[in-house]
């Protein structure tokens, strides 16, 4: 059985912690395995952080969802924006730069993205961006709790 938990967060930096601090308490409820919640860690915080740069140009305030769902073989990470229009998963990896020379900026958060989940997937409906990721893992049965 799946369980989600949906979190809305500014386009602030500081509310990434929001975000970590989600997830790390599912991953106790639902005993993710430390390795996959290390790397769906990082890769949170990659695709969030990029959200809260780059979605937006006119330097307001915006909301944005996480949406993470703990299912018994992988945990899924979506985040859903009204942003400008972007496909992370078609982004070309880093460029590199002849010897002595900086590569041009852009592209190794993606890429370390794509290392670090088993699924990265990208959507535009209806004005907002949809991107997924997913790791595979075996998740713990949590215990039940009562419905009162």
């Excluded at 799946?2 to 500081?14: C, K, L, P, T």
């Excluded at 997830?23 to 890769?43: T, W």
């Excluded at 900086?102 to 991107?131: C, M, Q, S, W």
Aim: with cysteine; proline share 5%.
């Amino acid at each position: 059985m799946a369980h989600a938990v949906d979190v809305r967060i500014r386009n602030d930096i500081s509310d990434m912690g929001i975000v970590r601090d989600t997830l790390d308490n599912l991953a106790r409820e639902f005993r993710i395995p430390g390795r996959a919640l290390a790397q769906l860690q990082v890769a949170l915080d990659e695709a969030v952080s990029n959200v809260i740069k780059y979605s937006w140009d006119d330097g307001g305030q915006h909301e944005f969802l996480v949406r993470i769902t703990v299912q018994p073989d992988r945990v899924d990470l979506e985040i859903f924006d009204d942003g400008r229009e972007f496909d992370p998963v078609t982004t070309l990896l880093p460029h590199h730069a002849p010897q002595g020379r900086r590569p041009r900026p852009g592209g190794l958060g993606i890429h370390l993205i794509n290392k670090l989940v088993d699924r990265f997937a990208y959507e535009r409906i209806d004005g907002r961006n949809h991107t997924t990721l997913s790791k595979t893992c075996e998740v713990g049965i949590a215990v039940q709790r009562s419905e009162k």
